[in-house]
């Protein structure tokens, strides 16, 4: 087609702005970051309609988009935002996961290791839920890529991201995680601040920000919004390194983007990006997507190595296809890929799992056939799985076929591994054998066998081996040898706090809560502090066997000596003092956490008030709700139900009233009104709940009509049937049909009571809505 004037003069228009943007460009960044993105959204949309008039030109007219307009266009294209967000003040805070919404027939096509590479290819996860629904062991069609797969002698390339541990520590890296934990109170200050040092770090300082993430999803969102600042690009080790953290996560579109972003942007990708996109894939419950990535690897142009196969082998063992993952190393040897001992420690790790320790057995006899030979990985998998079992004589069996055929002696690690496994399975005595046996021999660390451990009588284990023999015998019930064997570990082992709460907790779930008690103290006096999980489970002992003057004293001791007590110790004191009916001593429980600057929750209120309601002392229990409101908290399930059953039961529906009308605009409970009526039937008074009737006949829903029926059935058992007959007319009248047996109960009730016009009218009402036929009507009614 041709131009008309007025397109041509649009294009020229445009043109000139991009010709001025350019000079801009180079300039300093001085304009606010709202008319910035106002103007490239200007300027993006001004260029693509450039694309859009030149891509329908008439073939007769050859013209191709100008270079300006077609190098600015690219440049749109690459800073576009990852994930399709706005760019807006509240930065990392408000990030999202949409995808970039580049869409052109003219701009689909990107380079990748020398191939042409569409972005459909990365489409391949975009199947619907009944797709991805089907059976994952149908066939083996993920893996025909390993059919294309070319074997060629190349030398392996250890790709490794080099974080050192003082980039974790480095000032600028930890103000920059202090300021993204203030992400809650984000402010368009922070965001300048944040935004000045980025520009300071290295590359490596930036992977050491995102691991330092506790919350992967964070470190996605800071990835994306640093992505989307003025003048700054990811170096290529930034992503390897954001796709390693989301390789550990469950994230697996975030890590399908990331992967999107690097071949938009002709960042070479290694295999083991696509591993660890395999990985999340997995982690998710994708199975067949995450072996879909190999046919993506493949149409990028990556080439499969051993690291990945692997992966995928690990990924099917997790998923439990072990048959499928056999199957995947058979067509890995055709095409000329050896499998590796990871390969193989997959695989045994898989018929464990599976509970085929045959088979794990047999793959280690066949493994030097092969000229692969098992490290001691492949030994501690297969004796996890015997300890768990308690095949005591295999095992035994087993470290000696290690030493024998595999020249690998039993270290540290042997035995820790194995004490620890037979004790937390609950085998306290093998664990014990094993680790006298480790107290009489002497250790070769290395496999040379030159260098004796710093013991006569050989390397003694442990802390942790000796803690996790504490914990075996705790669990069996013999706290009591446990802690004297404690008390003997001067000159050997010195315990720690996991040590000294093992024992702790064994005391208490025997019952022994005094000696729990001495143990706590001890562990003060050492030095170590009990965590409030610890003290809250020791505290919630005490208390339910009626010691909770005792279990005070203990968290006052503790709050003494610095130990980390909070809110929910101080509750389940509230708590136990409720239980015992003494009211005054939970009350002065609740003043001590003012005094201690800890501030009660919806739970200590909710506590608080159901105690007074108890005794009937519903204006004292009005004051702490209106408290509770007052400080901002908002009531739960629990407060409304504990609320309406005693002010019902003293029949002060009024008062209750008044008191849910403030609370309903703070926490809306849906079906307050008619836990009030039926709560009010429990106690006999019909009258004030049929009053109620109309706040729940307004929405008509299920819930009403069961109320509806409560109501019915208590008119009923106090002998008014009239009374049911007004609720059912009433139900009628919203269009709400009652019970059927219901109404026949109420019907003939209505007839022992000589109200045949009542019975009658409540007979019609059925019939003019079709729900009893005219001519059953006798039958149904009597």
Known sequence: ?????????????????????????????????????????????????????????????HSSIPGLATGMLGQCV??????????????????????SRISSSGYGIYSCGGEKCSREDFNEFGESEEEAGESEDASDDDFRVLDSYMHRERSEVPRRIEVDEDELRHPLVREICRLIDLRAAWTPKFESELKRLLCSLKPTQVCAVLRAQSDERVALKFFYWADRQWRYRHN??????????????????????????????????????????????????????????LTLMQRTGVELDISVCNTA???????????????????????????????????????????????????????????????????????????????????????????????????????????????????????????????????????LGHTAIMYKHGCKPNCVSYTALLNGLCKAGNSSEARDMMNMSEGWWTPNAVTY????????????????????????????????????????????????????????????????????????????????????????VLDDMYLNNKHPDEVTYTTVIDALGRKGRLNEATEMTKKMLHSGLLPTPVTYRSLIHHFCQQCRVDDLLKLMEKMLPRNNCKTAYNQVIEKLCCFGHMDEAYKLLGKVLRTASRIDANTCHVLMRSYLKHGNPLGSYRVACRMFNRNLVPDLKLCEEVSKKLILQQRLDEADRLMLRFVERGHVPAKDKQAAFG
């Open 1 to 61: 087609m041709s131009l008309n004037s007025h397109t041509r003069n649009k294009i020229r228009e445009t043109l000139d702005a991009t010709r001025r943007f350019c000079k801009i460009a180079v300039l300093p960044h001085t304009c606010s970051c709202s008319d910035d993105i106002y103007f490239h959204k200007r300027l993006f949309a001004r260029t693509r309609a450039i694309a859009y008039f030149y891509s329908s030109w008439s073939s007769n007219n």
């Open 78 to 99: 690459e800073r576009d935002d990852p994930d399709g967000k706005k760019h807006d003040v509240d930065g990392i805070g408000e990030l999202g996961s949409k995808e």
């Open 236 to 293: 290529p080790i930034v992503y390897h390194a954001m796709l390693k953290v989301l390789g550990k996560t469950k994230l697996c579109q975030g890590a399908k983007r990331i992967l999107r972003l690097m071949v938009r942007r002709k960042i070479e990708i290694w295999p083991e990006d696509f591993g660890c996109v395999m990985v999340s894939f997995s982690r998710a419950g994708h199975l067949r997507k995450a072996m879909q990535v």
């Open 313 to 447: 082998i690990n990924v099917l063992v997790e998923g439990k296809r072990l048959e499928k993952a056999l199957r995947f190393l058979q067509r890995m040897q055709v095409v000329g890929i050896e499998p590796n001992v990871i390969t193989y420690n997959c695989l045994i790790k898989g018929y464990c799992e599976m509970n085929q320790v045959e088979g794990a057995l047999k793959l280690i006899e066949e493994m030097p056939l092969k000229g692969c030979y098992p490290d001691k990985v492949s030994y501690y998998t297969i004796m996890g799985f015997l300890c768990k079992e308690g095949r005591i004589d295999e095992l035994r069996g087993l470290t000696e076929k290690m030493v024998r055929e595999s020249t690998l002696l039993p270290d540290q690690v042997t035995y820790n591994t194995l004490i620890h496994m037979l004790s937390k399975h609950g085998h306290a005595e093998e664990a014990l054998g094993f680790l006298r046996e480790a107290e009489e021999r002497g250790f070769h660390i290395d496999k």
């Open 501 to 588: 709460s093992v024992i702790m907790h064994g005391f208490r779930r025997e019952g022994k809560l005094s000696e729990a008690c001495d143990i706590v103290r001890e562990m003060i006096r050492k030095g170590f502090y009990p965590s409030p999980v610890e003290i809250n489970l020791l505290i919630q002992s005490l208390c339910q066997v009626g010691r909770t003057g005792q279990a005070k004293r203990l968290m006052e001791e503790c709050l003494k000596k610095g130990c980390a007590v909070n809110v929910v110790n101080f509750t389940t004191v509230i708590h136990g003092f409720c239980q015992k009916d003494d009211l005054d001593a939970a009350l002065s």
